[in-house]
């Protein structure tokens, strides 16, 4: 059990050290592919149910559908109100968005870290502490790994670590209930480009307005 409860830590700090140290400081063309493969060979070593075939893969659709709904839904309607729109306009966005929305965030973020995440170190640390606390210790590792994300747009560390590490926890359920990572990587694919396009569209409509 000791063996199992160092591995989990031991994977737990180095996704975070990852993410703080190594990933940022990666040149953006090959950021994706390279967190793409490391997630992949994490998950593979943990030997994480990715739950990719049938019955599973129709049931990680049902529920990453039933998840992503009301948060695309949830970013429209926000997105009309001003102090959304406002914090939106600000935003830096890159210069071209196609690469982004195509590559970075659904091969680059979100396989990634669901990959590396839910399925890795969700797996890992579950052996090592049991459901409810091993779902605890990949959504605070989570969390911290937002950090340098945080400081780079110039946002509140603190929340942004509460809140995705909230993402980190829900996100686990998803895996968990649907016995699929695609049911998690359809919400987490959902709160980006939901929030991408509609970053993009206000700032598109601001200057033309």
Known sequence: ?????????????????????IGPRLPARVQPGVHAVLAGVLALSARAPLGLRPPQLWSG????VAAATPVI????VSTATPPV?????????????APW???????GTVWSEEAAYRAALGT??????????????????????HIADARGAGEPVLPT????GVAGWIFALLRERSGSVVAPMLAHLAINEAG??????????????
Do not use: E, Y
């Open 1 to 21: 059990m000791a063996a199992l409860r160092f591995r989990a830590a031991a994977l737990a700090a180095g996704l975070v050290g990852w993410s703080a140290l």
């Open 61 to 64: 659709l049902r529920l990453g």
């Open 73 to 76: 839904v949830g970013v429209a």
């Open 85 to 97: 729109r406002s914090a939106m306009a600000r935003r830096d966005l890159p210069a071209s968005p």
């Open 101 to 107: 929305l195509v590559l970075h965030i659904p091969v």
């Open 124 to 145: 890992v640390a579950a052996d090592a502490f049991g459901p409810a606390c091993g779902r605890l210790v990949q959504s605070l590792a989570f969390g911290l790994s």
């Open 161 to 164: 670590v509460l809140v995705t």
């Open 196 to 209: 991408a396009i509609a970053a993009i569209s206000v700032q598109r409509a601001t200057a033309k307005g």
